[in-house]
C-alpha cells in the first residue's frame, strides 16, 4: 500500500508561486500514475493535474493549463505541483494521489485513485 505525505502548501499573494511535493513511502510509487486534486470549501474534490507512471504523459484541467506543471521523480518517490501566477480561486485544499492500477495510463476519474495523502493547504490572498 503506498502511503502519500503532501507538503508546500501554505499562505500567497496572487500572482505568487508555491511548490507542492508528494512523498511516498513505498517503492511501487514508480508503478503508478499519479494525480493532484484539489477541493475548495463546499466543492468537489477536482482532479486539476496528472502524470503517467513513465513520466511520458500528463494531464492538466482547463484551470491549470499554462499555470501548473506537474513533474515527479521516481528515484526520489517523489511528485511535485509548480504552480505559478497563483489566483483566489486556487485557495483550496490539494491532495495528491496514486492509481490503483500499475501501469495504467492516466484517468480522470476520481474512483481510480485509491491511494491518498492528507492533504495541503494553499491560501491565495487577493
Known amino acids: 500500500q503506498v502511503q502519500l505525505v503532501e507538503s508546500g502548501g501554505g499562505l500567497v499573494q496572487a500572482g505568487g508561486s508555491l511548490r507542492l511535493s508528494c512523498a511516498a513511502s513505498?517503492?511501487?510509487?514508480?508503478?503508478?500514475?499519479m494525480g493532484w486534486f484539489r477541493q475548495a470549501p463546499g466543492k468537489e474534490r477536482d482532479l486539476i493535474a496528472a502524470?503517467?507512471?513513465?513520466?511520458?504523459?500528463?494531464y492538466y484541467a482547463d484551470s491549470a493549463k499554462g499555470r501548473f506543471t506537474i513533474s515527479r521523480d521516481n528515484f526520489k518517490k517523489t511528485m511535485y505541483l509548480q504552480m505559478n501566477s497563483l489566483k483566489p480561486e486556487d485557495t483550496a485544499v490539494y491532495y495528491c494521489?496514486?492509481?490503483?492500477?500499475?501501469?495504467?495510463?492516466?484517468?480522470?476519474?476520481?474512483?481510480?485513485?485509491?491511494?491518498w495523502g492528507q492533504g495541503t493547504q494553499v491560501t491565495v490572498s487577493s
Open positions: 513505498d517503492h511501487t510509487f514508480s508503478m503508478h500514475t
Open positions: 502524470i503517467s507512471w513513465s513520466r511520458d504523459n500528463t
Open positions: 494521489a496514486a492509481d490503483q492500477r500499475p501501469y495504467s495510463g492516466i484517468s480522470t476519474s476520481r474512483a481510480d485513485y485509491r491511494y
